[in-house]
């Protein structure tokens, strides 16, 4: 069956490292993938998405790379902080309209 | 970026009525929006895929007629649960894929429904 697995369900780092979360999925061909931020209560804003054949994307103090190959996606932030803290999604479109989302990470940046 | 929202942003009902929740598109339009439920610290599960002017889509284990959606402009997509049960309390998302730009999608604040 498909499936999108988040590395772990709660992450804790120090301010100003740097934050690492991970996505994998099996039994999907992904044309592209997404990371959002959701805060409690809210709707997911988006972030950053990453084609198929695009290794690494960019965007500020954030980073996304997609593995194809190991079926996987990082999602780094950099010199985080307090403020970061939020569930970050990773979703997979397959090309059509619908995507799939992933449970999310919850981030703890403490000061 | 293109901003979506959500009416209302919270409800609580009694079980056995219906409560419909509104969601647009207030800068660009939505040939497609979609539906989500999200229980506390889950995911979000797609509900439904709507199209204007077409009938909705839904996924499986959704019941159509406890869920009617409606999509009637490009601005427009409506949530009505029908007969609200306690199990229906949730939170409720849209959003809305707009035309041309690459398949993203921008959500709305999302709606908290509490049925008594």
């Known amino acids: 069956s498909q499936k999108i697995e988040q590395n772990s369900e709660a992450l804790n780092i120090q301010e100003g490292k740097t934050a690492t979360l991970t996505c994998n999925y099996t039994n999907y061909s992904p044309a592209y993938l997404q990371w959002y931020r959701q805060d409690p209560g809210r709707g997911p804003v988006f972030l950053l998405l990453i084609r198929e054949n695009e290794k690494e994307k960019r965007k500020e103090r954030l980073k996304v790379t997609f593995d194809t190959t190991l079926k996987q996606s990082l999602f780094h932030i950099t010199a985080s902080q307090p403020a970061d803290s939020a569930t970050y999604l990773c979703a997979l479109s397959t090309g059509g309209f619908k995507t799939i989302f992933g449970a999310g990470t919850r981030l703890f940046v403490k000061a | 970026g293109a901003v979506v929202s959500q009416h209302p942003s919270w409800v609580i009902c009694k079980s056995g009525t219906s409560v419909k929740i509104e969601c647009r598109s207030l800068d660009f339009q939505a040939t497609t929006m979609f539906w989500y439920r999200q229980f506390p610290k889950q995911s979000l599960m797609l509900m439904a895929t709507?199209?204007?002017?077409?009938?909705?889509?839904?996924e499986q284990g959704v019941e159509k007629d406890k869920f009617l959606i409606n999509h009637a402009s490009l601005t427009l997509s409506t949530l009505t649960v029908t007969s609200a049960h306690p199990e229906d309390s949730s939170f409720y998302i849209c959003?809305?894929?707009?035309?041309?730009?690459?398949?993203?999608?921008?959500f709305g604040p999302g709606t908290r429904l509490t049925v008594l």
């Open positions: 709507s199209n204007e002017g077409s009938k909705a889509t839904y």
């Open positions: 959003s809305a894929r707009a035309t041309g730009l690459n398949n993203e999608q921008f």
